[in-house]
């Protein structure tokens, strides 16, 4: 009976401000043709709330994009004998294949410590690394180089004061999406934080996938390796020899 | 114009891949090689992800040597019988450089060890070819078209058992040496992602002693079948040949090489062999350089589950 009263005195101050997020996307899918070229995602929205805005300290807001995350070998080259070769590798457990963070002011403003480490907002805890070989004694150097190669791609993307907020209610943002993606649902988060605590938050997903002659080639290619290998080996003869046809028409014409 | 691969799962600009083709079928034409020690280099260059460069590269050997050959074959330049034995050794060899392979990768260093055969290789033959070349061009200068310099001299190849005769290469030699050369061309084609033609033109000159102008042809005929070969057991195994960059790079790769066979037929063969020669040792250098200064970068990131 108390912890029911407890939870409930716990619960009480958030629902006297409750704000909720009601989300817009400019699109909700991202097709990837034979043109695909990158993309450009516009996230918008309004806080929803039932009473007047509360006046204490100032809304915030940090929005999210994380793609499919996979685990990942990083390698590092040390001198040996003259040449430059991998020698200490280290697996990250999950690493995301594309991860924008979007606030609307600096990171360390907008959300705390605890709150970032509990929702894993940020680029540095959203990668999960455990169990780096006992013979590594800087593991977290392998987990930074993720980071900054994948920075380097545009995968990773650390926005600080990109998301625009009216009024106390209106946000929005644009993400933009490097040509290089990998296909599966993009996890998008809106958090709403005051003075450094999530108040409010929203989930949602883009899904990414292959479509048309994309889509066809690439299942084929799984799911019937041989054929596509011949068909692959046909088209290659057939050019070949087409091209050879069409030079010694020309020399005889 | 911006393509999407959707094996290689990126996207690059589509001329880009059509002059890399036509840039490496016109020497694929000339020498007789596929290119595909070129190629594969250029392709991680421009961001391809190293399995599909490699594989997606034999593919397109396929079809840049069959243009080649058919060109070849109509000027009555391919050793069919050669090209055989080659080929039973070049499948071998093919099969056994796949065992190689994945034991190489599981010892974590098969990138290492793929460059450093590069480098070894293509230093060793191209110093060789340069050398010898600039030789023959000497002495036929001071000879002022004087007599040829003679071919065929007696050696170890001639000593062995098993003999046969190849009519198109005026040859009568055993089989044992053309079998070996097919088996250790097999292993590295599988293992580098080449042809092989860079190491089998100048074994079949300088080991052999096949005629310059048959060695070309041949060699493109036993490439189209060993590539093929490697194609197939890398579209069932590791699902990275990526057709569209194949496409892109074949229809390029088609036309340069019939420019290319034409250039090479003008020229004199000691001139082919300098210049095969130069490339060979430019892109040994550049390798070479890639492994001896120190990477801006000393950290690579790969997919896990592959060691």
């Known amino acids: ?253 | 114009m911006q393509i999407y691969l959707p094996i290689a799962e990126v996207s690059v600009n589509a001329f880009l891949l059509l002059g890399l083709g036509g840039m490496v079928g016109i020497l694929s034409g000339m020498f007789g090689v596929g290119g595909g020690f070129l190629m594969t280099p250029l392709l991680f260059f421009i961001g391809i992800p190293p399995a599909v460069a490699v594989a997606t590269e034999a593919n397109q050997i396929v079809a840049s040597s069959f243009s080649g050959v058919l060109a070849h074959f109509r000027r009555k330049t391919v050793d069919l019988k050669m090209g055989t034995v080659l080929l039973v050794g070049g499948l071998t060899g093919a099969a056994l450089g796949v065992v190689v392979f994945n034991y190489l990768k599981s010892l974590g260093q098969v990138d290492l060890l793929v460059k450093l055969c590069y480098v070894v290789f293509l230093g060793i033959i191209g110093s060789l070819m340069f050398v010898e070349s600039l030789n023959a061009i000497r002495k036929a200068r001071r000879a002022d078209g004087g007599a040829p310099a003679k071919r065929r001299q007696r050696t170890w190849v001639h000593a062995l058992p098993i003999k046969m005769r190849f009519r198109t290469s005026g040859l009568y030699i055993s089989v044992i040496p053309p079998l070996i050369v097919g088996v250790f061309v097999g292993i590295l084609s599988a293992i580098m992602g080449v042809g092989g033609g860079f190491i089998m033109v100048p074994a079949m000159i300088y080991l052999l002693g096949m005629p310059t102008k048959v060695v070309v042809g041949t060699s493109l005929f036993q490439i189209i079948f060993v590539t093929a070969f490697t194609t197939m057991l890398h579209a069932t195994t590791n699902y990275t040949v990526d057709i569209v960059l194949a496409v892109l790079l074949l229809v390029g790769g088609v036309i340069g090489a019939q420019i290319g066979t034409r250039i090479g037929v003008k020229m004199k063969a000691e001139q082919l062999r300098v210049l095969l020669a130069l490339m060979v040792l430019v892109v040994c250098g550049k390798l070479a350089l890639d492994l001896l200064l120190q990477p801006t970068e000393l950290y690579s990131l790969g997919a896990a589950g592959g060691h």
């Open chain 1, 1 to 253: 009976m108390l912890r029911i009263l407890l939870t409930l005195l716990f619960l009480l101050p958030s629902f006297a401000v409750a704000e909720e997020v009601v989300l817009g996307l400019s699109k909700e899918n991202v097709a990837i043709t034979t043109s695909f070229d990158g993309s450009e995602i516009l996230i918008f929205g309004a806080v929803k709330r039932e009473s007047p805005i509360d006046q204490s300290s100032p809304l915030e807001v940090v929005i999210t994009v994380a793609g499919p995350s996979e685990p990942v070998v990083v390698r590092r080259k040390e001198h040996v004998f003259g040449i430059w070769v991998n020698t200490d590798a280290v697996e990250v457990d999950a690493a995301p294949s594309f991860y924008a963070v979007a606030t609307t002011g600096p990171i360390d403003q907008v959300l705390s410590n605890t709150e970032d480490l509990r929702r894993k907002i940020t680029i540095d805890n959203a990668i999960r690394s455990v169990g780096a070989p006992s013979d590594i004694t800087d593991a977290e150097s392998f987990t930074e180089a993720v980071i900054r190669i994948k920075e380097n791609q545009g995968l990773y993307q650390t926005l600080e004061g990109q998301v625009a907020l009216d009024q106390q209610t209106l946000f929005r943002t644009s993400i933009d999406m490097p040509a290089d993606l990998t296909e599966g649902d993009y996890t998008t988060r809106i958090f709403l934080t005051r003075n450094g605590e999530i108040v409010g938050d929203y989930e949602t997903s883009i899904a990414v996938e292959k479509v048309g002659l994309e889509r066809f080639l690439f299942n084929m290619s799984r799911e019937q390796p041989v054929w596509y290998g011949l068909m692959s080996l046909a088209i290659a003869i057939a050019a070949g020899w087409g091209a050879s046809a069409v030079f010694r028409i020309f020399r005889a014409g």
